[in-house]
């Protein structure tokens, strides 16, 4: 793909996935918690976040480019290791195409020097709530959000079960 290519979001997914075996970087976290390319919905979830550049839009239609491409192929390379996300967002964040490229390479030579990660042990704590209803914990989680935005998680969830 040269610099003044313009994809589609599924061409996207599809380059990256690409990229990502020529890299000999396509590697999902043996948990299963993490694919090791990332589908449509995913290239939404990491834009929205800051993870990757915002699409241009052409018309109607939203396209990618060479450096949403590396982003996503750092990005992932970066995830099967179990580099969490605010992390990778610190190291590819503002980056320029020539510093991603430089990231890639290094990944690339470290994967050919270490073994396959081993995932880490996660342990939960199990929380009874009511009789019939546990709130399972992984160990160490801390809230990411205000105690409002929280409890508005757990009441929509409830809704879906059919609770009130």
């Given at each position: 793909?040269?610099?003044?290519s313009?994809?589609?979001l599924?061409?996207?997914?599809?380059?990256?996935?690409a990229?990502?075996?020529?890299?000999?970087?396509?590697e999902?976290?043996?948990?299963?918690?993490?694919?090791?390319?990332p589908?449509?919905?995913?290239?939404?979830y990491?834009?929205?976040y800051?993870?990757?550049?915002?699409?241009?839009k052409?018309?109607?239609?939203?396209?990618?480019?060479?450096?949403?491409?590396?982003q996503?192929?750092?990005?992932?390379?970066?995830q099967?290791?179990?580099?969490?996300l605010?992390?990778?967002?610190?190291?590819?964040?503002?980056?320029s195409?020539?510093?991603?490229?430089?990231?890639l390479?290094?990944?690339?030579e470290?994967?050919?020097?270490?073994?396959?990660?081993?995932?880490?042990?996660?342990?939960?704590?199990?929380?009874?709530l009511?009789?019939g209803?546990?709130?399972?914990?992984?160990?160490?989680?801390?809230?990411?959000?205000?105690?409002?935005?929280?409890e508005?998680?757990?009441?929509?969830?409830?809704?879906?079960?059919?609770?009130?």
């Amino acid at each position: 793909m040269n610099e003044t290519s313009t994809l589609t979001l599924e061409e996207l997914c599809r380059e990256v996935t690409a990229e990502l075996g020529r890299r000999n970087l396509r590697e999902a976290q043996e948990d299963g918690r993490v694919s090791a390319a990332p589908d449509a919905r995913t290239v939404r979830y990491y834009a929205t976040y800051g993870l990757v550049d915002r699409p241009s839009k052409v018309g109607r239609e939203v396209r990618y480019g060479r450096r949403h491409v590396l982003q996503l192929v750092a990005l992932k390379a970066l995830q099967a290791r179990g580099v969490p996300l605010a992390e990778i967002q610190a190291r590819v964040y503002g980056r320029s195409n020539s510093e991603l490229e430089t990231l890639l390479r290094t990944e690339e030579e470290a994967r050919g020097r270490r073994p396959a990660p081993r995932p880490a042990a996660v342990v939960w704590r199990e929380l009874a709530l009511e009789p019939g209803l546990k709130l399972m914990v992984e160990e160490g989680w801390a809230p990411g959000m205000s105690p409002d935005a929280l409890e508005h998680k757990v009441r929509a969830a409830l809704a879906a079960l059919g609770g009130k």
